[in-house]
């Protein structure tokens, strides 16, 4: 009744909540997916997604669904594992970001460890600069961080995200006084986006918070020191992203990036292809 096949397409949609992106990240095209679907929904009597041209929802049919569908996918990748014999293994030392590192990154990694039990992660966490600058120094394998728009550089950009200005739910700030910014130490994309946005809107700023990590910025901002500015999918739960009212300019875009020092092989195209689809499929939601 649950062929793998279907049950692959299945999972894909529910996670990404686009038929579009599950086909990507799947490699097939959309109307095989599409078929997919209607085939599992055949055998199981009933609409699994309620849809229509802008949102794809689960339906009380395809929650029950999803418990079946994944035990499904993983007992068939185990078997594949087990009589293909050779399983990729090895260590990837992987730099990230560390606004990535209390967002996205715990599913990349429960993604990998449930398909690759072998690989081993080396994490390194800090500011995307000084990852691609231990890349290039061949301390790094792979990276995951922010790039200015349009900027020069190697890697592939996975996504471009909308920079939002972020505080606490309750600040205000004070018309003729300068902007507070808590602010990373440089180099750092989003405080030299932030300042730029701000002399180019003509308003003054001092340096009210200096920190270099995301746990003090947030408890910064969230004290009411100041703002700053951040990525909109990756805004930390205990803040909030800023009304316009407050007269703040728009501070732009931010490219996010992976990077590899050589061609991804083995251990690290396994990291690099849990990485694209978690951050890459977001685009078309």
């Given at each position: 009744?649950?062929?793998?096949?279907?049950?692959?397409?299945?999972?894909?949609?529910?996670?990404t909540r686009s038929f579009t992106a599950a086909a990507r990240r799947l490699g097939v095209g959309q109307p095989t997916v599409s078929q997919h679907i209607r085939r599992l929904e055949s055998a199981a009597g009933g609409l699994l997604f309620a849809r229509d041209t802008h949102?794809?929802?689960?339906?009380?049919?395809?929650?029950?669904?999803?418990?079946?569908?994944?035990?499904?996918?993983?007992?068939?990748?185990?078997?594949?594992?087990?009589?293909?014999?050779?399983?990729?293994?090895?260590?990837?030392?992987?730099?990230?970001?560390?606004?990535?590192?209390?967002?996205?990154?715990?599913?990349?990694?429960?993604?990998?460890?449930?398909?690759?039990?072998?690989?081993?992660?080396?994490?390194?966490?800090?500011?995307?600069?000084?990852?691609?600058?231990?890349?290039?120094?061949?301390?790094?394998?792979?990276?995951?961080?922010?790039?200015?728009?349009?900027?020069?550089?190697?890697?592939?950009?996975?996504?471009?995200?909308?920079?939002?200005?972020?505080?606490?739910?309750?600040?205000?700030?004070?018309?003729?006084?300068?902007?507070?910014?808590?602010?990373?130490?440089?180099?750092?994309?989003?405080?030299?986006?932030?300042?730029?946005?701000?002399?180019?809107?003509?308003?003054?700023?001092?340096?009210?918070?200096?920190?270099?990590?995301?746990?003090?910025?947030?408890?910064?901002?969230?004290?009411?020191?100041?703002?700053?500015?951040?990525?909109?999918?990756?805004?930390?739960?205990?803040?909030?992203?800023?009304?316009?009212?407050?007269?703040?300019?728009?501070?732009?875009?931010?490219?996010?990036?992976?990077?590899?020092?050589?061609?991804?092989?083995?251990?690290?195209?396994?990291?690099?292809?849990?990485?694209?689809?978690?951050?890459?499929?977001?685009?078309?939601?």
């Open positions: 009744m649950l062929d793998p096949r279907l049950c692959r397409s299945f999972l894909a949609v529910a996670e949102t794809v929802e689960l339906t009380a049919r395809g929650e029950a669904m999803l418990g079946f569908a994944q035990a499904i996918v993983d007992t068939d990748e185990r078997a594949a594992r087990h009589f293909r014999g050779a399983q990729v293994r090895g260590r990837v030392r992987f730099g990230v970001s560390e606004d990535f590192a209390l967002g996205e990154l715990p599913e990349i990694l429960r993604l990998l460890r449930q398909s690759h039990p072998l690989v081993d992660v080396e994490l390194h966490v800090e500011l995307s600069d000084v990852l691609a600058q231990r890349l290039a120094g061949g301390r790094l394998d792979l990276v995951l961080g922010k790039r200015r728009p349009g900027a020069p550089g190697p890697g592939r950009v996975l996504h471009r995200e909308p920079l939002v200005w972020i505080g606490s739910p309750a600040t205000v700030l004070t018309a003729g006084e300068p902007v507070p910014l808590v602010q990373y130490p440089m180099p750092s994309v989003t405080r030299q986006l932030a300042v730029e946005a701000l002399e180019r809107a003509g308003l003054e700023w001092r340096a009210a918070c200096l920190t270099s990590s995301l746990t003090g910025l947030r408890a910064a901002a969230a004290a009411g020191l100041g703002v700053t500015v951040h990525a909109r999918r990756l805004v930390p739960a205990d803040l909030a992203e800023l009304p316009a009212g407050l007269g703040l300019p728009d501070p732009g875009d931010v490219d996010l990036v992976l990077l590899s020092r050589d061609a991804a092989e083995g251990p690290v195209a396994a990291l690099a292809e849990f990485v694209t689809a978690r951050i890459g499929d977001r685009r078309d939601r």
